[in-house]
Structure formats: C-alpha cells, structure tokens
C-alpha cells in the first residue's frame, strides 16, 4: 500500500479500477451463400438467443501450425462476426472436442487481453477448447510472465498470430489518467499497471477525442509493437514472416472487435 496516498483517493482509485473500461471483419463462403435473410440455403433461421448450426467443418479445430498469419487473423475476426449476429456456433465444446484436445493442442491465435470479466476471448471471438491461447492482465499489459507464456505458444506451438485486446472503458487506464490526474500514487503493485500505462495515457494527452479511449488504442499499440519486438523468439519469427503482432478494441457496446 502507498504511506503517502490519502485513504479516499486510494479507495476511488480502487473503484474506478474495479468498474473497467470497426473493422472489416470476412465472411466464411458458406454463410455468403444465404437465403436472403443472413442464413445460409436450406437452413432456418436462427431464433433470438439461439445459435445458428454451422456446418460440418466448422466444428473442426484449426490448427495454428496449418495456418498463415493473415488467415488465423481472418479467422479469428469471422469467429467475432457471428459473435456480434447473434449467431455463435459455441465450436470444440463437445465430449469428442475434449477427448481430441486431451491429447495436445495447437492454438491459432494468442490473446492478450485485459483480466476486465465483460472481454473474455473465447466468448466475443467465438471459439473453443483449443482455439485460442490466452493471456489476461489488467490492462492487456505486457509483463515477464506474460511474455514467457506468449513465447511457449509461438515457439512450441506453432501459433501464428498474436492479438493484443484492449477495450472500450477500461477500467485500469481510466485508473490510470486519474492517478496521474491527482499526482498520487497506486496502491499496492496496481501502481505497476499504471507504470506501465503511463507511457500511453502521456503520449495522447494532447489528442482530440475521448481521453480515455485514446488512451485505449494508444496502449494497445504500444503493448504490440512492445510484443513485436521482443528477441529472440518473436522479432525473428515477425521478421520471417511466421507471425503475426496486431492491436485490436474491443467495443463493450457492439460487441465489433477493431484492428488499429
């Protein structure tokens, strides 16, 4: 805890913490084929609240190995369309899924998102037991831990991409810009979150627009470009072509997950 802070701004600071913070996004050909109605042929509808039934290959596991960059990215976006409609196929949820994955997983993107309980990956990208590889942190901060976690994926794995998630509203940079604000500082090792966001709350101080969600997009940025540039393992992995570092916000209001 921090002597030096006043007790009623370390409680606002912990309130704010805990209340938290559109790109193109393709299509699988077969949901192209539709009926008019954004179901495909020879398919009904799905009802409100229910999931639409994919077809068969869409409860396959992909594998990250099998998988460019850019076609995990495209993936991974189609997964958060159908999320947004309305119409999540829930895949790799299935006793056969597990039994299957019991044996050994391969990933096709890693997450880094915020630990904020409204943004968990698997459910806003629509993926499963297998899918994703992810790591959550207030704030999509990166850290040693994290980093390790990151490279066991892209180096014993096979994982080609690499998505760091920020999101609308986030509540460890809005804690952040009010501790700045007041000169103070965090309580506890929450003042590492906010060493570690100060970089990007600074840098758009002057930036028209909401100052929280500037801040948001500039944080994510810098976590992957941060990432990107890590060595050994995945500045040569970005340098060969084998992997891809890529800052998206999530919208707690659309569900639209946007590339920067």
């Not at 794995?157 to 920020?166: A, E, N, R």
């Not at 940079?173 to 500082?185: H, K, M, N, W």
């Not at 060493?195 to 801040?215: F, L, Q, S, Y």
Request: charged letters at 25%; aromatic letters at 4%; one cysteine or more.
């Amino acid at each position: 805890m921090c002597d030096t802070c006043p007790d009623a701004s370390r409680r606002q600071f912990l309130q704010t913490a805990m209340v938290g913070a559109a790109g193109a996004v393709l299509l699988p050909a077969w949901a192209l084929a539709s009926d008019g109605h954004g179901a495909p042929k020879g398919k009904a509808m799905a009802k409100p609240g229910k999931s639409a039934e994919p077809p068969a290959e869409a409860h396959a596991s992909p594998s990250g190995a099998s998988l460019t960059p850019d076609e995990a990215l495209a993936r991974l976006l189609e997964g958060n369309r159908r999320f947004v409609a309305n119409k999540s196929f829930h895949p790799n949820e299935t006793p056969e899924a597990r039994e299957k994955l019991a044996k050994g997983q391969n990933p096709f993107a890693v997450i880094l998102g915020c630990a904020d309980s409204r943004v968990p990956p698997e459910v806003v990208f629509d993926f499963g037991l297998g899918d994703l590889f992810v790591i959550r942190v207030a704030g999509n901060i990166v850290e040693d831990a994290g980093v390790g976690s990151i490279e066991y994926a892209i180096d014993h794995l096979g994982t080609p991409l690499i998505v760091v998630l920020g999101h609308e509203r986030c509540g460890a940079v809005s804690a952040t810009i009010q501790t700045l604000d007041e000169g103070g500082e965090a309580p506890g090792q929450i003042a590492e979150l906010v060493r570690k966001i100060k970089p990007a709350v600074e840098a758009v101080t002057k930036v028209p627009g909401d100052r929280v969600d500037n801040a948001v997009r500039e944080n994510a940025r810098r976590m992957a470009a941060e990432i990107a540039g890590l060595e050994p393992i995945l500045k040569e992995k970005v340098d060969a072509g084998k992997l891809k570092v890529v800052a998206a916000r999530y919208d707690l209001d659309s569900g639209v997950v946007e590339i920067l």
